[in-house]
């Protein structure tokens, strides 16, 4: 018992270095002016602008940025796309996209908030 002892404080363990860990920068994303959304009702009409804006009153945190440059219409489709599709086939290609574009998982939280809101503007 003696010697495993010995043998245990012998074995030497190099000291590991600890790196801090910064946290990821927020990526810029370009801002549109503000637009109030009251003009129309019809989502298909929305501008990019329009549409940030939206996202961003509805307190969406990662969709304005992911949908930077998407306008009404293609806020219909997408929506139309979630509806139709496998629902993990839809999740993979948003985290895909995702990590592409803003370098982030994606919320599933937030992507049903999303999904919700959207069924509730049409």
């Known amino acids: 018992m003696e010697m495993l002892s010995k043998e245990l404080k012998a074995i030497h363990v190099p000291d590991t270095k600890i790196t801090p860990v910064q946290p990821k920068q927020d990526i810029h994303v370009v801002s549109h002016p503000t637009v109030t959304i009251t003009s129309s009702s019809n989502i298909i009409e ?10 961003l009153n509805q307190d969406l945190v990662q969709m304005p940025r992911l949908l930077n440059d998407c306008d009404g219409r293609s806020l219909v ?32 939280i937030e992507l049903s908030r999303f ?8």
Do not use: C, F, G
Request: net charge negative; charged share 15%; no cysteine.
């Open 46 to 55: 929305w501008t990019a602008a329009q549409v940030h804006d939206w996202l």
């Open 77 to 108: 489709y997408l929506l139309k796309y979630i509806d139709v599709s496998q629902p993990e086939q839809v999740l993979s290609l948003l985290q895909e996209d995702s990590l592409r574009l803003i370098n982030q998982n994606i919320s599933l």
């Open 115 to 122: 999904h919700s809101m959207m069924h509730q503007q049409k």
